[in-house]
C-alpha cells in the first residue's frame, strides 16, 4: 500500500456489469412494459440492423446500436415523452438476484472488522455498463454506488449560435451523449485505477505510476456474466486484479458459458448470480476482499517498519567521543 503520492490507495473496488450480473433481465424492460412496447420485438431488429446498415456501407456497432434505434422509438412515437427523468422513474423499476442491494453493504461492512478497522480501508461499488446511466441512478441500488459509467441521453441539443452560458433545456431525449461498450469499458476501468471520479485533475490518460494510482488493479475484482466481458476480465486480471463469471439460476447455457471462462483462464472463479449471505458467490467475494485487506495491512506495516529502522538512533555509549 503506497502511503505517498496523490493517493492513499487504500480502496477495494468492486466492479459490477449490469444486465444479466446484477439484474436477470435487461435493465430497459420496465421501459418497454410503460409504452406497451414488444421488448422481443425491439431486440430482433435492434440484432438486425449492423446487417441492414452494412448494405448501404455502413459499419454500426452491435453493442450500442441499440441507442439509436431507441432514439428512433422516441421520434415516431412509441416513447413520445421519454425523458431522462423518466428513464430514472423507471429505473426503480429494475428487477434484481437474491441479495441486491444487501451485497454491497454486506462487502463494505468487511473492512470495519477485527484488525481492518483500524486502517483505514474502504469498499468501493462500481457499475460499468452498457445499459442506460440514468436507469441505473434511479434503481434500488443507487445509494450504494459509488460510480456508474454507462450511456447517456442529451434531452434538447444546443442549436447553432445558442448563448452556452445558460442551462441545456429539457425535453424528449434527442441525441446520444456518451455510451460505453465492452470494450471500452476498460477505459472505464482505467478511469477507476487512476481516480478521475474522484480528482477532476487527472484524466484516463494522465502519467501515474502505478503505485500512485487511486485503486491499484490488484485492489480489483471485476463481476460480470459473459464473454463479451472478457476484454474487461483480461485487463483487470493482468494487472493482478480478480474477476469472477456469475450465471443466473437453472440457465445452462449461460452455466456451460461461464464453465467455459473459467476453463479458458478468463476468470478466477464463477458462481450463481445469487447474492444471499450464505451463497458461494458472496463467500467467495467477501473471502476474497478479505484476503485484498490482509495484504494492504501487512504491507502498511511493511512501510512503517521500514520507516522505523531507517530513523536515526543514539550511538551506543562506548562509541561517543
Not at 194 to 210: D, L, M, Q
Amino acid at each position: 500500500m503506497s502511503t505517498k503520492g496523490l493517493f492513499y490507495q487504500n480502496v477495494i473496488a468492486v466492479i459490477w456489469d449490469f444486465d444479466q450480473t446484477l439484474s436477470p433481465h435487461y435493465m430497459q424492460r420496465p421501459l418497454f412494459e410503460a409504452y406497451g412496447v414488444d421488448e422481443d420485438a425491439f431486440w430482433r431488429e435492434v440484432n438486425a440492423l449492423p446487417g441492414y446498415y452494412a448494405r448501404a456501407g455502413i459499419t454500426v456497432q452491435r453493442d450500442t446500436c441499440y441507442l439509436g434505434h431507441l432514439l428512433s422509438y422516441v421520434e415516431h412515437g412509441r416513447f413520445p415523452d421519454l425523458s431522462n427523468a423518466r428513464l430514472r422513474e423507471l429505473g426503480g423499476e429494475i428487477a434484481f438476484f437474491p441479495g441486491v442491494p444487501e451485497v454491497f453493504g454486506r462487502l463494505r461492512a468487511i473492512v470495519q472488522e477485527g484488525e481492518f478497522r483500524y486502517a483505514d480501508l474502504r469498499v468501493e461499488h462500481y457499475v460499468v455498463s452498457t445499459g442506460l446511466a440514468e436507469m441505473i441512478r434511479g434503481s434500488r441500488i443507487a445509494d450504494q454506488l459509488d460510480g456508474v459509467w454507462a450511456s447517456e441521453f442529451i434531452e434538447e441539443p444546443a442549436e447553432p449560435g445558442e448563448d452556452l452560458a445558460g442551462t441545456p433545456r429539457a425535453g424528449r431525449i434527442r441525441q446520444i451523449a456518451g455510451f460505453l461498450d465492452n470494450t471500452s469499458k476498460t477505459r472505464a476501468i482505467f478511469e477507476i485505477n487512476k481516480g478521475v471520479n474522484v480528482e477532476r485533475s487527472v484524466t484516463v490518460n494522465s502519467a501515474i505510476p502505478e503505485e500512485e494510482r487511486r485503486v491499484p488493479m490488484r485492489n480489483m475484482i471485476y463481476v460480470a456474466d459473459g464473454p463479451s466481458d472478457v476484454p474487461s476480465f483480461s485487463v483487470v486480471r493482468k494487472h493482478g486484479g480478480l474477476a469472477y463469471a456469475v450465471y443466473p439460476p437453472d440457465d445452462e447455457e449461460r452455466f456451460r458459458q461461464a464453465v467455459a471462462l473459467l476453463d479458458s483462464d478468463r476468470v478466477d472463479a464463477y458462481g450463481e448470480a445469487d447474492y444471499t449471505d450464505t451463497s458461494p458467490t458472496y463467500r467467495w467475494l467477501a473471502l476474497k476482499i478479505r484476503d485484498m485487506a490482509k495484504r494492504a495491512v501487512a504491507e502498511r506495516k511493511q512501510t512503517l517498519q521500514n520507516r522505523v529502522a531507517r530513523e536515526p538512533s543514539h550511538a551506543p555509549a562506548e562509541d561517543r567521543g
